[in-house]
């Protein structure tokens, strides 16, 4: 591992190289290097430098607020904290997963589909696909999904229509592509008309057709050099997921299974009511963001990758055909018991676009989706968890209420930060292999930022008022003297050189 | 994709409601949505977060398109012009400028967008769980006011006559 390079011994006397903000991810993270005379790497880091305090804002809110407020978090997955805060809100009014009404919980799904469907869509066509069809090095200007659309018109239109089809599902689910209210307190407040479902049978076959040609995209893209593209950014690591009863890809409900780096089965099937008695969070002084770990395993050894890949890795198998398929072909390219690969996130990714494809299509098969059984009511709780796996990976929601139902407190482990020490260690990685002793170049930081792309981050924090958000690159000398400086505004995208 | 009830004139308003005055497009849809139906009846209202590429694909099939958003560049509590079709790196970044999501329906679809116009609103408080500030509310009371006014009169030529330049 490279966890050498996370601290340097003398940082007084390195150069220093900073990318800040880091590229087609969303939200705002910077990348500092520290280089001695030679440009050997002597410290690599993540940072996530936004501080949200999210959770005090929910703090003193009535609960029933919350599944409509937590959208706010991320312009992104919405829909993924919105389910999560539902699941927990269920249990304040008295009611488990298992008790809440068909025709809900298969709304819910449904909507959850639709969000990882798009959510995959923007991050591997609008964001990856960019370094995966033109090169890591390629030239800056075409490393964009305009570029991906004039050379590759097809895989570029077919992904903008993915990510459309699955925001059409959370429109008919929810009324709104962003910041519907479709979920409620132990159920849903609607089901859907003949009409909205023909309108979105209408379109799944070539969803899935198309789905299916994406997989295979990958898959060619990842064995047409697969030395390199097994080995970038990766480390072993292991893997979180939920999983249900019978260990199925499970993205909506189920238990929390850990397996280590050796495919070995550490817990299963955790209650995620009690995930704090097995997960505790790091604070480190360089970063906002936490790094959590598995309590008996300790800090060096407990922390765990999540998200896609982590899915495939700890499932036993996917329910929907199709996508077992591509499973079975993703787990075969390794001799391990599991699929290491950084790079392999996006392979991985696609598969679930393809499971979510063929889900949606189950579902809208179900006569329960047009059902009117919506909600269940119980006797009211004081403590709610509630946990999906959103996009980027396990998504935890806990609150605490007081008698008049006002949030008293409010914890939310996002995927993210699950993957803060995974990210971290994979810039250390590549820093180590592809920069190490190098004449620093675009090209190369870019080897960082596509290493976090993999990952598909959200430090979201949503806010874009036009003139906002600039982009700054600067690279510091071992005086700590600004020696090269690149300035982008976002208003215009405008690049200048500004020293 | 196949569309449904696709409506000749879009309203497609992008802003976060928790941030401050970022809420200020937002709230000036759920402005506009309370006004008669008879205003109304061409009307489709879209909302996001930001605006990106796909949104290329709401502009097909309208007459005139309305893009609306907070700006801290605004000198005027409200200003409005017509956009044209342009490249810019906002691409590269997941929040689009209107005029390159017209780029990329010019691009894809081989076709030439719809007129579309932007309405910025002046914002200057984006801080999250803040309120509208004070000059937000009075861009907003201003911008209601003025969509009201084009909504009486959704034609190309009535709407270019109001830009600000």
């Given at each position: 591992?490279?966890?050498?390079?996370?601290?340097?011994?003398?940082?007084?006397?390195?150069?220093?190289?900073?990318?800040?903000?880091?590229?087609?991810?969303?939200?705002?993270?910077?990348?500092?290097?520290?280089?001695?005379?030679?440009?050997?790497?002597?410290?690599?880091?993540?940072?996530?430098?936004?501080?949200?305090?999210?959770?005090?804002?929910?703090?003193?809110?009535?609960?029933?607020?919350?599944?409509?407020?937590?959208?706010?978090?991320?312009?992104?997955?919405?829909?993924?904290?919105?389910?999560?805060?539902?699941?927990?809100?269920?249990?304040?009014v008295g009611i488990d997963p298992e008790n809440l009404p068909p025709t809900a919980d298969k709304m819910r799904r449904l909507q959850h589909f639709?969000?990882?469907?798009?959510?995959?869509?923007?991050?591997?066509?609008?964001?990856?696909?960019?370094?995966?069809?033109?090169?890591?090095?390629?030239?800056?200007?075409?490393?964009?999904?305009?570029?991906?659309?004039?050379?590759?018109?097809?895989?570029?239109?077919?992904?903008?229509?993915?990510?459309?089809?699955?925001?059409?599902?959370?429109?008919?689910?929810?009324?709104?592509?962003?910041?519907?209210?479709?979920?409620?307190?132990?159920?849903?407040?609607?089901?859907?008309?003949?009409?909205?479902?023909?309108?979105?049978?209408?379109?799944?076959?070539?969803?899935?057709?198309?789905?299916?040609?994406?997989?295979?995209?990958?898959?060619?893209?990842?064995?047409?050099?697969?030395?390199?593209?097994?080995?970038?950014?990766?480390?072993?690591?292991?893997?979180?997921?939920?999983?249900?009863?019978?260990?199925?890809?499970?993205?909506?409900?189920?238990?929390l299974r850990l397996k280590n780096a050796e495919g070995n089965t550490l817990f299963d099937h955790i209650d995620y009511c009690k995930y704090n008695?097995?997960?505790?969070?790091?604070?480190?002084?360089?970063?906002?963001?936490?790094?959590?770990?598995?309590?008996?395993?300790?800090?060096?050894?407990?922390?765990?990758?999540?998200?896609?890949?982590?899915?495939?890795?700890?499932?036993?198998?996917?329910?929907?055909?199709?996508?077992?398929?591509?499973?079975?072909?993703?787990?075969?390219?390794?001799?391990?018991?599991?699929?290491?690969?950084?790079?392999?996130?996006?392979?991985?990714?696609?598969?679930?676009?393809?499971?979510?494809?063929?889900?949606?299509?189950?579902?809208?098969?179900?006569?329960?989706?047009?059902?009117?059984?919506?909600?269940?009511?119980?006797?009211?709780?004081?403590?709610?968890?509630?946990?999906?796996?959103?996009?980027?990976?396990?998504?935890?929601?806990?609150?605490?209420?007081?008698?008049?139902?006002?949030?008293?407190?409010?914890?939310?482990?996002?995927?993210?930060?699950?993957?803060?020490?995974?990210?971290?260690?994979?810039?250390?990685?590549?820093?180590?292999?592809?920069?190490?002793?190098?004449?620093?170049?675009?090209?190369?930081?870019?080897?960082?930022?596509?290493?976090?792309?993999?990952?598909?981050?959200?430090?979201?924090?949503?806010?874009?008022?036009?003139?906002?958000?600039?982009?700054?690159?600067?690279?510091?000398?071992?005086?700590?003297?600004?020696?090269?400086?690149?300035?982008?505004?976002?208003?215009?995208?405008?690049?200048?050189?500004?020293? | 994709?196949?569309?449904?009830?696709?409506?000749?004139?879009?309203?497609?308003?992008?802003?976060?409601?928790?941030?401050?005055?970022?809420?200020?497009?937002?709230?000036?849809?759920?402005?506009?949505?309370?006004l008669p139906e008879t205003l109304l009846e061409k009307i489709e209202c879209l909302t996001d977060f930001q605006l990106q590429i796909e949104h290329?694909?709401?502009?097909?099939?309208?007459?005139?398109?309305?893009?609306?958003?907070?700006?801290?560049?605004?000198?005027?509590?409200?200003?409005?012009?017509?956009?044209?079709?342009?490249?810019?790196?906002?691409?590269?970044?997941?929040?689009?400028?209107?005029?390159?999501?017209?780029?990329?329906?010019?691009?894809?679809?081989?076709?030439?967008?719809?007129?579309?116009?932007?309405?910025?609103?002046?914002?200057?408080?984006?801080?999250?769980?803040?309120?509208?500030?004070?000059?937000?509310?009075?861009?907003?009371?201003?911008?209601?006011?003025?969509?009201?006014?084009?909504?009486?009169?959704?034609?190309?030529?009535?709407?270019?006559?109001?830009?600000?330049?």
């Open positions: 591992m490279y966890e050498h390079l996370e601290t340097a011994q003398s940082p007084e006397n390195l150069k220093r190289v900073v990318i800040e903000p880091v590229s087609r991810v969303e939200g705002h993270g910077k990348v500092t290097l520290l280089l001695d005379d030679n440009n050997h790497v002597k410290q690599a880091r993540l940072h996530i430098v936004e501080f949200r305090g999210f959770e005090r804002f929910i703090q003193g809110r009535p609960y029933w607020e919350l599944p409509v407020l937590v959208q706010r978090l991320c312009g992104i997955c919405p829909v993924s904290h919105h389910l999560a805060a539902a699941k927990a809100i269920d249990q304040l639709g969000q990882v469907l798009q959510s995959h869509a923007l991050h591997f066509f609008h964001l990856a696909s960019p370094d995966l069809l033109f090169g890591f090095s390629s030239d800056i200007a075409k490393r964009n999904i305009i570029a991906v659309l004039g050379e590759f018109t097809e895989i570029g239109l077919q992904g903008v229509k993915l990510r459309k089809f699955g925001q059409e599902v959370i429109r008919m689910v929810s009324g709104k592509r962003i910041h519907g209210s479709s979920s409620i307190g132990g159920g849903v407040n609607k089901s859907l008309t003949k009409e909205e479902r023909d309108y979105l049978l209408a379109d799944v076959d070539q969803m899935i057709a198309w789905a299916e040609d994406s997989v295979a995209l990958i898959a060619k893209v990842h064995c047409s050099n697969k030395p390199y593209h097994d080995e970038f950014a990766t480390i072993k690591s292991s893997y979180m997921g939920l999983v249900g009863k019978d260990g199925s890809l499970e993205l909506y409900h189920g238990g008695d097995y997960i505790h969070e790091e604070v480190r002084s360089w970063s906002y963001m936490k790094f959590p770990y598995f309590l008996s395993l300790g800090q060096q050894d407990g922390w765990y990758r999540v998200g896609p890949l982590a899915r495939i890795n700890v499932c036993d198998y996917i329910s929907t055909p199709k996508a077992e398929v591509a499973r079975q072909q993703l787990m075969a390219i390794t001799d391990e018991k599991m699929v290491h690969s950084t790079l392999a996130y996006h392979w991985a990714r696609l598969i679930e676009i393809l499971h979510c494809a063929e889900a949606i299509k189950d579902l809208l098969h179900d006569p329960d989706i047009m059902g009117t059984d919506l909600v269940a009511t119980g006797v009211k709780r004081y403590e709610g968890v509630g946990v999906i796996e959103a996009p980027r990976g396990t998504l935890f929601h806990h609150y605490q209420v007081d008698d008049n139902g006002i949030v008293t407190k409010a914890n939310l482990i996002v995927s993210t930060t699950s993957n803060n020490h995974a990210m971290n260690e994979s810039v250390r990685q590549v820093a180590a292999t592809y920069l190490d002793g190098l004449e620093i170049t675009e090209p190369l930081l870019n080897h960082l930022e596509v290493a976090i792309r993999a990952y598909d981050p959200c430090l979201s924090c949503a806010t874009h008022a036009l003139g906002k958000m600039p982009m700054e690159v600067e690279l510091v000398n071992a005086q700590g003297q600004v020696i090269n400086q690149v300035f982008k505004s976002t208003s215009q995208g405008d690049i200048e050189k500004t020293l | 994709m196949k569309q449904m009830q696709v409506k000749p004139i879009l309203i497609l308003v992008y802003g976060n409601l928790s941030r401050g005055d970022d809420a200020l497009a937002p709230l000036l849809l759920e402005q506009v949505q309370n290329a694909l709401d502009l097909q099939n309208r007459e005139l398109v309305l893009f609306a958003d907070a700006s801290v560049a605004n000198q005027q509590p409200v200003e409005f012009s017509q956009l044209n079709p342009a490249y810019d790196n906002s691409y590269t970044t997941h929040a689009m400028n209107p005029a390159a999501v017209m780029q990329v329906y010019q691009d894809t679809l081989k076709a030439v967008p719809p007129p579309c116009f932007l309405l910025t609103l002046q914002g200057v408080e984006f801080e999250l769980g803040a309120g509208l500030s004070v000059i937000a509310e009075q861009s907003l009371s201003q911008a209601t006011e003025f969509v009201t006014q084009l909504l009486k009169s959704p034609i190309l030529e009535v709407w270019q006559e109001h830009c600000s330049a």
